[in-house]
């Protein structure tokens, strides 16, 4: 096992280098060194001399990927992409361009973040499994019939659609909770209704039918008529039988995100205020800020991989058949 | 079922009204709530530069000058100086010099850099702060020595202040003061600059000093009422440069030090800043006296009384328009400005043309302010262009019959829900040169009748461009349809209309009209290139100075050549001479008839289609006094007042909590899972299923 992590962790090594290069590339072919000087300069008054010495003290006045003015390794190392994608493997995110210290901010931001995510996450899981173990229960009945319709009829409609109905219903019509803004400890729940809410709503059209579908397919397995034919009683078939062995897939979908929780959501920050890493990364991109672009796509490409390990560890648990070599 | 109950046993505990924002403490206090878009990229005085900061900045921060809050055209009146300063010329005019005499006995806000024992923390100290407030506070009194830090602050090697280069050519021995300091820094620490004595500014006693610049730059005194030019004591730049406070975000950049009536208390420029009364403020007096019509406003009510009459200022980061309006209208914001989409929902403008609340929002008490801004917004042509740039009568004859064939009013009416004024030149209302009605009209583009500016007809513009050369829009000597090029940003689906406009605009003559957008960036690199032929732009005054607005067409600060701000790299050598005679000469009978003749000249030349003056229209409560717009003033917290009593009625009776389709929607759902709740049970008790 610990051989496998190990290996799984080095393999991590070159996706994380070709993902920073990836979105080295991207940025830069969309913004200049001195769009960016302009951009936390701003463009009234700014002089030449300054968007130079903006550059050479951000050292965005190094070639790009390679220095053919310089000797041996410098050539590769005394470039913008090395000196500012090496330190992110060590977790040195360093300072965004406005002088605000990266690390810090998200630590800030990921309490939000998760605050709204793990609740939306958690609490969905169980109503999507809840709704789709019923649909399943209920099969080829006029229920399952129309908590199908409904399902496709919810996965219909925008997210933006449920956020602002949402708001317009619950808090401007009925002034049951704030329309947005956000408190750090327990007060954040006031806050956190709504989004969550919506959030979990949102997910049961997609939810409840990926569930069913995942259920009725093990449902239609040889142990599952052998459990009624002992004289089971349906419900302990469902629940005792059929979601034990439909977890390979439920977690493969769960764990995976699990650590992705911390990246927060762009649209429901964005919404209803929350200043979680969601809207981090969005303001970082509308203010060209590569040292906070290139932080947060590392740490998702981190957490990604992550997830994926843990979700191989997860199928152990669940499954004592599979082995990790 | 359980976890609604206790959901609404929790929201009950929040008192009669549940969609509070704010913590319940706060309830019925004097604190005034309002909001930010974007989060503020620099607090230092010597670095920001934008609106949005100077919302925070200048709250703080007290300059030596400031405007006057009521008064208009805007005034010039002392902040913490003792009076406005004169410009005394000296050598033959060859140098100026401002003297400026500091109030004694103004104290700065509580803050550790006071305290000595605060310059030594170790680093787990340091690691444990929240905001630089956990620490002693200290305070001392404003001395002329701040404000000669501050302005030496603008030549530090390691601030980037957006004025040095301008400042560099008029302060002496700026430029070579940078040059020393770059010698002298060390790149980490403190750089003391009390140890750099610079040329050009001369403390004359603890409470005064003497700037030195060179020539004669009367402008010199608008800038002393911006945050440039605010004190900074040493001991602030001292505290923040110890070693790991950088890393907690404990910088100067983020925490303001100063002595204006508040201090920055809470710094979350992701959610919310705070700005608290300034223990230490000496406290200064409403003024007296305003223009005509302000005492029936009622914004001399508090004339005399001692400001700030606000305890607290809570800015929450809102960046979607939606919930910030409906926060407005449940009362959770106490002023608002008009988004297009809650236009017409606000306002009504009547055939007159007067704009008013409309009755929803009178019903609620909610009052409109509106005021032309000092900006303009122009479509220019790039005067290095072949075709429609240059000082050729086929090129000024192809401008004229656009300018007047672009309909402005139209764009007004359409895109701006008719929030703002036909430009006739490039002065903004409210500045000295500007002038009203038909002395104020561009004689070009539009007429006289019926005792208002009517633009000319399609007729005049085609025969402007028939003698250009190019009748029914084609070039007279190769017979091609002419085609021009607009460069623009865009911004989203929402810019096809207004694109389609533009378009139109031009088919008027029968020109074809290419649109090239792009994003910001490669926008201002073309402009920078000059390649453009034309283009959108605008222009919001530094300060209220007509020099602010004909600067933009100077020659030589061509933005294609020198990198200027003229964008339009306009250049006509008469223009040029006059706006150097005008530059450094005092608002007077003689200055006006320069600004006149270099308004005619551009006027014939129309380097730019006179865009739009924009309209601000922003909204208040009926729990808000004394607001006023004043758009070159950012420190008007100061004036305004709240009835906080008023709010805290009118809140608990617009959001009473309605919780009866909450008690349905959940019977609802009980009531649907019977039906699945019975049929489970009987399938439970069948002996045998179905077969499926």
Same mark, same amino acid.
């Given at each position: +096992?610990?051989?496998?992590?190990?290996?799984?962790?080095?393999?991590?090594?070159?996706?994380?280098?070709?993902v920073n290069?990836?979105t080295?590339l991207?940025?830069?072919?969309?913004?200049?060194?001195d769009? +960016?000087?302009?951009?936390?300069?701003?463009?009234?008054r700014?002089?030449?001399?300054?968007?130079?010495?903006?550059?050479?003290?951000?050292?965005?006045?190094?070639?790009?990927?390679w220095n053919?003015?310089?000797d041996?390794l410098?050539?590769?190392?005394?470039?913008?992409?090395?000196?500012?994608?090496l330190?992110l493997?060590?977790?040195?995110f360093?300072?965004?361009e406005?002088?605000?210290?990266?690390a810090n901010?998200?630590?800030?931001?990921?309490?939000?973040s998760?605050?709204?995510?793990?609740?939306?996450?958690?609490?969905?899981?169980?109503v999507?499994?809840?709704f789709?173990?019923?649909?399943?229960?209920?099969?080829?009945t006029?229920l399952?019939?129309?908590?199908?319709?409904?399902?496709v009829?919810?996965?219909?409609?925008?997210?933006?659609?449920y956020? =602002?109905?949402?708001?317009y219903?619950?808090?401007?019509?009925?002034?049951?909770?704030?329309?947005?803004?956000?408190a750090?400890?327990?007060?954040?729940?006031?806050?956190?209704?709504l989004?969550?809410?919506?959030?979990?709503?949102?997910?049961?059209?997609?939810?409840g039918?990926?569930?069913?579908?995942?259920?009725?397919?093990?449902?239609a397995?040889?142990?599952?008529?052998?459990?009624?034919?002992?004289?089971?009683?349906?419900?302990?078939?469902?629940?005792?039988?059929?979601?034990?062995?439909?977890?390979?897939?439920?977690?493969?979908?769960?764990?995976?995100?699990?650590?992705?929780?911390? +990246?927060?959501?762009?649209?429901?920050?964005?919404?209803?205020? =929350?200043?979680?890493?969601?809207s981090?990364?969005?303001?970082?991109?509308?203010?060209?800020?590569?040292?906070?672009?290139?932080?947060?796509?590392?740490i998702?490409?981190?957490?990604?991989?992550?997830?994926?390990?843990?979700?191989?560890?997860?199928?152990?648990?669940?499954?004592?058949?599979i082995?990790?070599? | 079922?359980?976890?609604v109950?206790?959901?609404?046993?929790?929201?009950?505990?929040?008192g009669?009204?549940?969609?509070?924002p704010?913590?319940?403490?706060?309830?019925?206090r004097?604190?005034?709530?309002?909001?930010?878009?974007?989060?503020?990229k620099?607090?230092?005085?010597?670095?920001?530069?934008t609106s949005?900061?100077?919302?925070?900045?200048?709250?703080?921060?007290?300059?030596?000058?400031q405007?006057?809050?009521?008064?208009?055209?805007?005034?010039?009146?002392?902040?913490?100086?003792?009076?406005?300063?004169?410009?005394?010329?000296?050598?033959?005019?060859?140098?100026?010099?401002?003297?400026?005499?500091?109030?004694?006995?103004?104290?700065?806000?509580?803050?550790?850099?006071?305290?000595?024992?605060?310059?030594?923390l170790?680093p787990a100290?340091?690691?444990?702060?929240?905001?630089?407030y956990d620490?002693?506070?200290?305070?001392?009194?404003?001395?002329?020595?701040d404000?000669?830090?501050?302005?030496k602050?603008?030549a530090?090697?390691?601030?980037?202040?957006?004025?040095?280069g301008l400042?560099?050519?008029?302060?002496?021995?700026?430029k070579?003061?940078?040059?020393?300091?770059?010698q002298?820094?060390r790149?980490e620490?403190?750089?003391?600059?009390r140890?750099?004595?610079?040329?050009?500014?001369?403390?004359?006693?603890?409470?005064s000093?003497?700037?030195?610049?060179r020539?004669s730059?009367?402008?010199?005194?608008?800038?002393?009422?911006?945050?440039?030019?605010a004190p900074?004591?040493w001991?602030a730049?001292?505290? *923040?440069?110890?070693?790991g406070?950088?890393?907690?975000?404990?910088?100067?950049?983020?925490w303001?030090?100063?002595?204006?009536?508040?201090?920055?208390?809470?710094?979350?420029?992701?959610?919310?800043?705070?700005?608290?009364?300034?223990?230490?403020?000496?406290?200064?007096?409403?003024?007296?006296?305003?223009?005509?019509?302000d005492?029936?406003a009622?914004?001399?009510?508090d004339?005399?009384?001692?400001?700030?009459?606000?305890?607290?200022?809570?800015?929450?980061?809102?960046?979607?328009?939606?919930?910030?309006?409906?926060k407005?209208?449940?009362?959770?914001?106490?002023?608002?400005?008009?988004g297009?989409?809650?236009?017409d929902?606000?306002?009504?403008?009547?055939?007159e043309?007067d704009?008013?609340?409309?009755?929803?929002?009178?019903?609620?008490?909610?009052?409109?302010?509106?005021?032309?801004?000092?900006?303009?917004?122009? #479509?220019?042509f790039?005067?290095?262009?072949?075709?429609?740039g240059g000082?050729?009568?086929r090129?000024?004859?192809?401008?004229?019959?656009?300018?007047i064939?672009?309909?402005?009013?139209?764009?007004?009416?359409?895109f701006?829900?008719?929030?703002?004024?036909?430009?006739?030149?490039?002065?903004?209302?409210?500045? *000295?040169?500007?002038r009203?009605?038909?002395?104020?009209?561009?004689?070009? #583009?539009?007429e006289w009748?019926?005792?208002?500016?009517?633009?000319?007809?399609?007729?005049?513009?085609?025969?402007?461009?028939?003698?250009?050369?190019?009748?029914?829009g084609?070039d007279?000597?190769t017979?091609?349809?002419?085609?021009?090029?607009?460069?623009?940003?865009?911004?989203?689906?929402?810019?096809?209309a207004?694109?389609?406009?533009?378009?139109?605009q031009?088919?008027?003559?029968s020109?074809?009209?290419?649109?090239?957008?792009?994003?910001?960036?490669?926008?201002?690199?073309?402009?920078?290139?000059?390649?453009?032929q034309?283009?959108?732009?605008?222009?919001?005054?530094?300060?209220?100075?007509?020099?602010?607005?004909?600067?933009?067409?100077h020659?030589?600060?061509?933005?294609?050549?020198?990198?200027?701000?003229?964008?339009?790299?306009y250049?006509?050598?008469?223009?040029?001479?006059?706006?150097?005679r005008?530059?450094?000469?005092?608002?007077?009978?003689e200055?006006q008839?320069l600004?006149?003749?270099?308004?005619?000249?551009?006027?014939?030349?129309?380097?730019?289609?006179?865009g739009?003056?924009?309209?601000?229209?922003?909204?208040?409560?009926?729990?808000?006094?004394?607001?006023?717009?004043?758009?070159?003033?950012?420190?008007?917290?100061?004036?305004?007042?709240?009835?906080?009593?008023?709010?805290?009625?009118l809140?608990?009776?617009w959001?009473?909590p309605?919780?009866g389709?909450?008690?349905?929607?959940?019977?609802?759902?009980?009531?649907s899972?019977?039906?699945?709740?019975?049929?489970?049970?009987?399938?439970?008790r069948?002996?045998?299923?179905?077969?499926?």
């Amino acid at each position: +096992m610990l051989g496998y992590i190990v290996r799984r962790a080095l393999y991590a090594i070159p996706i994380l280098i070709g993902v920073n290069l990836i979105t080295f590339l991207l940025f830069f072919v969309v913004n200049t060194p001195d769009d +960016m000087a302009r951009m936390q300069l701003g463009t009234r008054r700014v002089t030449a001399e300054a968007i130079e010495k903006w550059k050479a003290e951000q050292g965005y006045d190094k070639p790009y990927v390679w220095n053919s003015g310089t000797d041996g390794l410098g050539k590769l190392t005394d470039t913008i992409f090395y000196q500012k994608s090496l330190r992110l493997f060590a977790f040195d995110f360093g300072a965004a361009e406005d002088g605000r210290d990266i690390a810090n901010e998200i630590r800030m931001r990921m309490w939000p973040s998760l605050a709204l995510a793990l609740p939306v996450l958690l609490v969905g899981l169980a109503v999507n499994i809840t709704f789709a173990l019923l649909m399943a229960f209920f099969r080829a009945t006029y229920l399952d019939f129309w908590g199908v319709v409904l399902c496709v009829a919810m996965m219909s409609i925008s997210a933006l659609f449920y956020i =602002i109905g949402g708001q317009y219903i619950a808090s401007k019509v009925w002034h049951l909770v704030p329309i947005s803004g956000y408190a750090g400890g327990l007060d954040a729940w006031k806050f956190l209704v709504l989004p969550v809410l919506i959030g979990v709503v949102g997910g049961i059209g997609a939810g409840g039918r990926w569930y069913r579908t995942l259920f009725l397919e093990e449902m239609a397995r040889d142990y599952v008529r052998t459990a009624r034919a002992k004289g089971l009683a349906e419900s302990t078939v469902l629940f005792r039988h059929v979601l034990k062995n439909a977890m390979i897939p439920i977690l493969t979908g769960v764990v995976v995100v699990i650590p992705l929780l911390f +990246m927060g959501s762009l649209l429901t920050e964005s919404f209803f205020g =929350i200043p979680g890493l969601g809207s981090y990364t969005i303001d970082a991109i509308q203010a060209q800020d590569f040292a906070v672009v290139r932080s947060m796509v590392f740490i998702g490409s981190v957490l990604y991989i992550l997830g994926l390990l843990l979700t191989d560890l997860s199928y152990t648990l669940v499954d004592p058949r599979i082995k990790l070599q | 079922m359980r976890i609604v109950l206790i959901l609404l046993l929790f929201l009950g505990g929040c008192g009669e009204v549940w969609n509070d924002p704010y913590p319940a403490e706060e309830r019925g206090r004097n604190i005034f709530y309002t909001s930010f878009i974007n989060r503020p990229k620099h607090l230092d005085p010597v670095q920001s530069y934008t609106s949005d900061e100077a919302d925070f900045t200048m709250q703080v921060y007290e300059p030596p000058l400031q405007y006057h809050y009521l008064k208009r055209p805007y005034e010039l009146v002392p902040l913490t100086a003792l009076g406005v300063p004169k410009a005394q010329e000296i050598e033959g005019g060859k140098f100026t010099v401002y003297e400026i005499r500091i109030r004694p006995g103004i104290r700065y806000q509580p803050h550790p850099g006071f305290v000595p024992e605060n310059f030594s923390l170790s680093p787990a100290r340091i690691d444990g702060l929240k905001s630089p407030y956990d620490l002693p506070l200290g305070t001392r009194e404003l001395l002329a020595d701040d404000y000669i830090y501050q302005i030496k602050r603008l030549a530090h090697p390691r601030l980037h202040s957006p004025i040095f280069g301008l400042m560099s050519e008029y302060i002496v021995g700026l430029k070579e003061y940078a040059g020393q300091l770059k010698q002298a820094d060390r790149k980490e620490g403190w750089l003391d600059l009390r140890q750099f004595p610079l040329q050009g500014v001369e403390k004359t006693g603890p409470h005064s000093f003497r700037v030195t610049l060179r020539g004669s730059y009367p402008q010199f005194a608008y800038w002393l009422a911006m945050p440039f030019f605010a004190p900074m004591p040493w001991e602030a730049e001292r505290f *923040f440069e110890q070693p790991g406070m950088a890393q907690k975000n404990l910088t100067l950049d983020w925490w303001p030090v100063g002595t204006g009536p508040y201090m920055l208390t809470e710094n979350n420029p992701n959610a919310r800043m705070v700005l608290e009364r300034n223990p230490n403020f000496r406290g200064e007096a409403y003024p007296p006296e305003g223009e005509r019509g302000d005492a029936e406003a009622g914004l001399l009510q508090d004339a005399g009384k001692t400001m700030p009459f606000i305890d607290r200022i809570v800015f929450s980061r809102e960046k979607e328009s939606i919930p910030y309006w409906n926060k407005f209208l449940q009362g959770y914001y106490d002023v608002s400005g008009i988004g297009s989409d809650q236009f017409d929902q606000a306002v009504r403008v009547s055939i007159e043309g007067d704009a008013n609340v409309t009755p929803e929002m009178e019903e609620k008490g909610i009052r409109l302010s509106t005021s032309v801004e000092t900006s303009t917004f122009y #479509v220019g042509f790039n005067w290095l262009d072949k075709v429609v740039g240059g000082d050729s009568e086929r090129a000024r004859k192809l401008r004229q019959a656009i300018s007047i064939a672009f309909d402005v009013e139209e764009q007004i009416t359409i895109f701006s829900n008719g929030r703002g004024i036909a430009a006739q030149g490039p002065i903004a209302p409210g500045i *000295f040169g500007y002038r009203e009605d038909q002395e104020g009209m561009n004689p070009v #583009v539009y007429e006289w009748r019926e005792g208002k500016p009517v633009r000319k007809s399609l007729e005049v513009a085609r025969k402007l461009l028939a003698e250009a050369g190019y009748p029914d829009g084609r070039d007279a000597k190769t017979g091609q349809p002419l085609v021009l090029y607009f460069d623009t940003v865009a911004r989203g689906a929402g810019d096809k209309a207004a694109f389609d406009w533009y378009r139109q605009q031009f088919e008027k003559l029968s020109i074809q009209l290419e649109i090239r957008t792009t994003d910001w960036n490669r926008f201002q690199d073309k402009i920078r290139k000059g390649d453009t032929q034309t283009f959108r732009l605008g222009w919001n005054a530094d300060y209220p100075d007509p020099e602010n607005f004909l600067f933009l067409l100077h020659g030589p600060q061509s933005r294609a050549r020198t990198q200027g701000e003229n964008a339009a790299n306009y250049a006509n050598p008469e223009y040029d001479a006059l706006f150097e005679r005008m530059k450094h000469m005092a608002n007077s009978p003689e200055r006006q008839r320069l600004i006149d003749r270099m308004v005619d000249i551009v006027r014939a030349d129309a380097p730019w289609i006179w865009g739009v003056h924009p309209k601000s229209y922003s909204l208040r409560h009926s729990w808000v006094s004394n607001d006023k717009p004043n758009t070159m003033a950012r420190n008007s917290m100061k004036y305004l007042k709240i009835d906080p009593a008023k709010r805290a009625e009118l809140r608990a009776q617009w959001n009473r909590p309605v919780v009866g389709p909450l008690i349905l929607i959940v019977l609802l759902l009980v009531a649907s899972a019977i039906p699945a709740v019975v049929s489970y049970r009987k399938r439970e008790r069948m002996a045998a299923r179905p077969a499926a």
